[in-house]
């Protein structure tokens, strides 16, 4: 299997600027994208731009771009309309889910089993992937911007690793989810996964290798960074807490259904409790399809994973 990826020729850590600057690249990125209708417009909080200019190091252009991709996406793909009913299959063997519990940065926590898989659908997959990003954001607080993901890797072998499916998810996440990732626990991987680890690893900013945790259980010293991000009362008795309750599909199934309210309720306005987007855009729309390919501001043209996100 050959990898098709560019090495990351930038050691250096996130540019860091002064709060003026940043609202002024916020300013220029909103000339850039121009009016969009009302649910893109809500989607576009400095918040989210501020996420896109992160991921493209505050490159206007080059995040600009980025983002319109994303708007696209979101105006075809239509995320936000995903409910639960359509993807409860996806669901049952509890191969992704948003835990009831937050780590103690009040993250949101997104556990992950890759031996659980139950489908060969790679577009009812992806689809399920991207409804649990809708959720897991939708229940971040006011003051979060990125989640946490508990990979557990029990049961885990080659033969679980589908090549189009990985690749389609890395694309989804890293271009449409940029700057949404806190940590991933990468909870007793097999012993395979660590060479593999170190082939990937120079591909990727410092600060996206960085947020990946190698933990096992029977390392004490890796077992601290779960003692330091949880509580260890409330956390899966997998991943070494002392909650044995395990995931329950129907408990699961109700929360969703719960959720899928409030997401209606956030994309309609109807949610007074939510974090406000800054006030919106005229709604007259804008042409998406306007991104030039050919242009400096390629998205990828520095051929880097950025600290989007981290892939397994």
């Known amino acids: 299997m050959s990898v098709d990826l560019k090495k990351s020729s930038s050691n250096s850590s996130e540019k860091s600027l002064p709060y003026e600057e940043q609202q002024a690249k916020i300013t220029e990125m909103r000339k850039f994208i121009g009016p969009l209708p009302e649910k893109l417009a809500i989607y576009c909080s400095d918040a989210a731009i501020t996420r896109y200019l992160r991921a493209r190091n505050w490159n206007v252009k080059k995040a600009s771009k980025m983002l319109k991709e994303t708007l696209k996406w979101r105006a075809e793909y239509k995320p936000e309309e995903i409910h639960w009913e359509e993807v409860a299959h996806e669901a049952e063997t509890g191969k992704i889910y948003i835990s009831n519990y937050?780590?103690?940065?009040?993250?949101?926590?997104?556990?992950?089993?890759?031996?659980?898989?139950?489908?060969?659908?790679?577009?009812?997959?992806?689809?399920y992937l991207v409804y649990c990003m809708e959720n897991a954001i939708l229940n971040l607080p006011a003051d979060q911007e990125q989640m946490v993901w508990l990979i557990d890797f029990n049961g885990f072998n080659l033969s679980h690793i589908s090549v189009k499916v990985t690749r389609e998810t890395a694309h989804v996440l890293q271009e449409h989810y940029p700057e949404r990732?806190?940590?991933?626990?990468?909870?007793?991987?097999?012993?395979?996964?660590?060479?593999?680890?170190?082939?990937?690893?120079?591909?990727?900013?410092?600060?996206?290798?960085?947020?990946?945790?190698?933990?096992?259980?029977?390392?004490?010293?890796?077992?601290?960074?779960?003692?330091?991000?949880?509580?260890?009362?409330?956390?899966?008795?997998?991943?070494?807490?002392?909650?044995?309750s395990g995931f329950n599909i129907n408990k699961y199934a109700e929360r969703m259904r719960e959720d899928d309210k409030r997401i209606h309720a956030f994309w309609t306005r109807g949610n007074a409790q939510s974090t406000a987007p800054p006030e919106p855009m005229p709604?007259?729309?804008?042409?998406?399809?306007?991104?030039?390919?050919?242009?400096?501001?390629?998205?990828?043209?520095?051929?880097?994973?950025?600290?989007s996100s981290s892939h397994v």
């Not at 103690?104 to 089993?113: D, F, I, N, P, S």
């Open 102 to 127: 937050i780590d103690k940065h009040g993250r949101t926590v997104l556990v992950m089993r890759p031996s659980c898989q139950n489908s060969k659908s790679t577009k009812g997959q992806i689809r």
């Open 181 to 244: 990732l806190g940590v991933a626990i990468l909870y007793n991987p097999p012993k395979f996964f660590e060479p593999f680890w170190t082939l990937v690893k120079p591909f990727l900013e410092p600060k996206t290798q960085n947020k990946v945790k190698f933990v096992y259980s029977v390392d004490l010293n890796t077992k601290k960074i779960m003692e330091d991000l949880f509580d260890m009362e409330k956390l899966e008795s997998a991943f070494g807490g002392n909650d044995y």
């Open 283 to 307: 709604t007259s729309t804008v042409d998406l399809n306007s991104v030039d390919p050919n242009s400096d501001s390629n998205a990828s043209d520095n051929g880097k994973v950025d600290g």
